[in-house]
């Protein structure tokens, strides 16, 4: 067993951490940072937990600890971040040094020579992490996965990607409060309602989608060569991102053969049997009002994506329009993380 | 005054006729059909009301009579559709040999020599009524407007088309639940989820749109040459389509230009200062999360169009991101019908 | 393994039987019955599954029957009954004369020597069955179980019941829209909205607690002597009843007495370690803004009630107020219809 | 006319007044008083506007102040006061003594001397003015309203505390969001769920329902003599508190009695035809499914309470139940201050 830590663990993503880390068969809990406001408490007692499923008993008295490198156990192997930008930007170098940060957040997503890997679509990014390593004189490393609208988006081009030539992408989404944090978007503002805007979203998505699906030649990575463009906006669901999905390709293309490729794809976590790799990660379905978000979100264990309406554009040439739900705090938040942890303690540590 | 049915009164669309045309200056609700189970009643008594304004009194002891041009009161001129699209295919035609016939239904939308009108967009399909007329042998008309989604983005585009050349665009759809009627959209269906899917609507907002912003040249309608790709989607809001809507141009364009376009942008009814004409069709906002559909619906007594988020696309070349909010019941539906009787009222009557 | 069928089989309550029913120890679904219009069709084929939970993979090739005992097979032992009253009322005695009918209906609850069963409230009464049978010169036997409301407060009750003197019960209901079945409420009647009535809701319960807190005496039930009036609203949530109770006890209570006799209530299926049957009846919560619906309903696997904010009456003497939470579907409809067929298996059959 | 500020006006009840006061033909809004944060700015600038309703032009342009007497310009007369407990138990005093100050804050509610008023249910309070000026040796005053729960119980309880002799109530509320502030209830905690707690409102129902209802003998007021329990819940609707309501009489009643009563109540700002008093303080709907809270919170302006399912408890003797819906953010906050400043202009000022 890897001990492990969690980094922001009484937050929402690091709740989705802790109970995704529960029974698990290669991890085990045993180091918990939070800002000083928790730090000497029980973990059970600086928490007000979110998730509907309880609270592991096996982390109510880890005793919380400041997140910085000294505070830590030195018996832990893996921390998994969930911290603010700004925090994560100084604080995840320094852990660095010492120990594997997997972690969800952005500060280091872009970085030269730190991997921002969806273990399914360019699980080779880890190549980097010697060079990482090299360049700061680090025995620990960060590997970072992307947001969660982009992991889930990216997951169902991978397919197409490796199959098909694509020209360009446009994107509309319609996207979950919990992405936002437990505080992040009052009711007011969405009951009855949405809200056409999420800060910085559509940056990280036109980003990192093209970064994930480019090509590292063990220098530094050639973002795919495709357009693409979002539109983000909140509605008011729980969990799971939905998004509309309009590609062109540059050439015909078959719709069945789109969809084959979708349902049958696998990736190494597959091949790997790693513990939170769902058997598919990409399902297709054929009925006329899928996917949803409240029936589609869990499937794979929060782990795949589902899409539906995968059809021929009736009006542009060359052109896929489909409909893509995944779970943005599970596959797009700690359990990309986490799987990215699984990858990497199979072929690295 | 000009006395006017409803057909169709006792559903939402038809109670909003009877909403809008409370206290309207120059028309007089006087007659209200309905199907044979609410036929015989009173049209209170007949009536479960969905609206949020009270039932005005002057339509309370209106008895409510068979949907038929022989059931219909001889001193009415002008009867609101808001039929079921078959019906409405059959009934409408019957009643257009003596009425003047403004129609929410989609069932003649598209027909030759029957306007589909928007009146600030192309007032000159009325144009085709006397043709209509001649051919059919028929002392009255129909008059049609358009899908909800429809009137909302082709209100928007009207200053854009006026102004710039488009090549292209891409429109994603979150809309309100009243749009599929009052027992459309189960709440098992949608609290706490979205529906990625509504029947026809995607076709109606391709054809509808184009066919809106074609040329009338006496004889037939040329739809506008520039393509439009939809996908549509039901979410958890009572009132107000929002549509993220991408656009490609031909050539390099103005930010400031297009939102002063928009903004300033009046049509033939505001010259006429018609009774339900906004004073703005389209509102232009610069707050970053605007609009939204429980703010913004009811601007312009529901029968403006806000847009915001008007910005250049950063990755695309010549391309325009926006994002709109419309009434849907309103000018989406009711409002655009009393909208095109006041125009023939003015115009033609 | 018993040979089980179900009723109703495609709406949402017969597909609650079946999601509860896969890889249950004991029974084995075999038949499924619907209306007419499903009846000759494959389940997966006649069935809008409305579940988050995948369709068990076991049912789908079932082929729908009639609902009648002629079409039903042979080898089956229980059939679980989730029909429409009106038609339960008759065709439920017809499949009583050769199968056991564990019905969810409410047609027969409050017949004379029909149990109606809690198995942890009133298990003796299942002691009506020889008299129903041999006054009915039956094989089988119906057994029923209360509407969703009363069996979570039901449940909350009997502890208290069992060490208190109760003089008189106050209840007012927030319903989940799921109770009302899939079509039930409109989300026009519920966003941003609550519906302050429920058809023959306050009736079922203010008769159904107290016949099944009442005695059995052999030969009929004598209803408790308390007095319970509620008032029932529907408010949107998707699944997860929650009621707040007031109480006036005869005497003074100690509010830990209360809270202790609750969590540490066991009864008779606990006692025979049935399959579905929670660990914990009744869990009762500290944190001071629980029970909640989404965070509480699945306690226990939607078989537990879980309670809270249990107080001594601030105004009145001798008075408890508390806030329950049950799974309207689970414990409330399926799930109690299992759990008295698990009894009657274990003790009965 | 008045010249009158408002005291917290950039939050959300801050904001409900601006509203109300838009052409208001008594008061005109000339100073506005916020946080530091926001002192120094246009009141468009410092303000993140929460309403549907568009900010009146006439106040964008006023510089907002600091919160304290000295900044507050001398040609004032009334401030309205929307601030939090702790803030305007110190500051309003300062207010008092040069300004009349009607506030929605809960700080002074229940102090001696100092008004606790509806002004449909006890304008005698107001006599304590006299009181309180001598005392504290003031040249203004303060008058304050109860809070928006106890405000639509009290409104629907006056006709019949004053017709008939009642033994104790029990009351469960439904509340909306708003009246926590708009940051108040997060997304998270409210969508698919409802939460069973709102800190102190129970105990404020309790204290200030008796105290509205009581004896001012010119030197005190004593309470009314019923008892009052409440239980109270928050649930995802954005305004209107909806209240189930269980009140046992001392003898038998007539049923349609009791809704004559409710229905043809006027109170003093009705006599006085008070611009903000609605014709019916107490609306009484006969529809089995009314009041709900989408439909009927803006009846009267917002300023009447709806009340419906009006009936006699079928358990228990000479009881009554029925269920009120009260817009929280107009009759139960800024509306009330308006109406108490109405009544206090007109009899006293």
Redesign the interface.
Known sequence: MVNVGVLGATG?VGQRFIQLLENHPDFDVTALAASSRSAGKRYEDATTW?L?EEMPESVKDIVVTETSPEAMSNDVDIVFSSLPTDFAAKVEKEFAKDYVVASNASAHRMKKNIPLVIPEVNPEYLDMIEAQQKENNWDGFIVTNPNCSTIALTLSLKPIVDNFNIE?I?V?T?QA??GAG????????????????IGNE??KM?SETLHLLGDYDGSEVKPAQF???A?C?R????DGH?E?V?IDFDDDFDIEDVKSKMASFKGLPQKLNLFSAPENPVIVKEE?????????R?AGNGMSVTV??VRK????DN?L?Y?LVGHNTIRGAAGASVLNAELINDKIL
């Open positions: 929402m979110y509907a360009s446009r509309s319609m409060v919990s437990y505080n992040g978007v009052p009711s007011m503002a969405i009951v009855d309602n949405l809200v056409p805007y559509e940056e036109e357009k693409l463009s539109s906006h509605v008011p669901v729980i939905t509309a309009f006329e009002d899928r996917p949803q978000p409240r029936m589609d869990n539906g309406r554009d009736q009006v542009f052109s329009k409909v």
